[in-house]
């Protein structure tokens, strides 16, 4: 059964600092993953998607690589700004369809 | 395009009652997904409708419910409400084209039961 774990389950820093996610799964036999944003109260924001045969993606300020062997995926942000506040959840998708998620990190830019 | 589209945003019910939640998917999708994300936790899969069809169901009881229409558009029925309903309804809507692709959620219906 695939589990995904997220840590740390809050951070705050500074504004200007880079700074990275973590998540972590335990079935490497995933299709993709995919990182999103969700602001207090709202839906989600798909940040990027990585395909399974792919290492990295980039988008503006944001990297996401992926290590199916070692179940790891990481979330760079460069040069936080406050804006970026917000809650990041990570998510796999398997061979039967279902987004499996993270309980997410809660992030905080101090201006 | 108008992307995912929810209604209604927001919804009061007392435990006992039957809801009813609508969700209408980006143009050119065909495959919807409904998700449940109490306060604090990641989104938990309830089910996917493709062809108007129950495709895949995740650990939910049978009091949730959902239907597809011709046009795509997908609705979440909850019976018997519980206390414990009370959460963010989430849809997602993708194209069904062999391999798994990426969705897309809508701003989600927030369902409190009281």
């Known amino acids: 059964k695939q589990e995904v774990t997220q840590i740390p389950a809050a951070l705050s820093v500074p504004e200007g600092e880079n700074l990275v996610l973590n998540c972590s799964f335990t079935?490497?036999?995933?299709?993709?993953l995919q990182w999103f944003r969700q602001d207090p109260g709202k839906g989600l924001t798909s940040l990027l998607l990585?395909?399974?045969s792919q290492r990295e993606q980039t988008s503006g300020r944001l990297n996401a690589s992926l290590d199916k062997s070692s179940g790891r995926s990481t979330l760079y942000i460069a040069a936080s700004q406050p804006g970026d506040s917000a809650t990041y959840l990570c998510?796999?998708?398997?061979?039967?369809?279902?987004?499996?998620w993270g309980a997410g990190t809660k992030l905080i830019i101090k201006p | 395009d108008a992307g995912v589209t929810q209604s209604p945003t927001h919804l009061i019910k007392t435990r006992g009652q039957q809801v009813t939640l609508r969700c209408s998917p980006k143009?050119?999708?065909?495959?919807v997904s409904w998700y449940q994300q109490a306060l604090g936790q990641g989104p938990q899969f309830i089910f996917q409708?493709?062809?108007?069809?129950?495709?895949q169901r995740g650990n939910f009881p049978d009091r949730f419910s959902g239907h597809q229409f011709p046009n795509y558009s997908s609705e979440l029925n909850v019976n018997a409400l519980l206390l414990g309903d009370s959460a963010l309804y989430l849809c997602?809507?993708?194209?069904?084209?062999?391999?798994?692709?990426?969705?897309?959620f809508g701003p989600g219906t927030r369902l409190t039961v009281l």
């Open positions: 997602a809507s993708s194209p069904d084209r062999g391999s798994y692709n990426e969705q897309f």
């Open positions: 143009s050119g999708h065909d495959t």
């Open positions: 409708y493709y062809e108007e069809e129950e495709r």
């Open positions: 079935d490497s036999a995933i299709y993709n």
């Open positions: 990585i395909q399974s």
């Open positions: 998510a796999v998708a398997g061979s039967n369809y279902q987004l499996i």
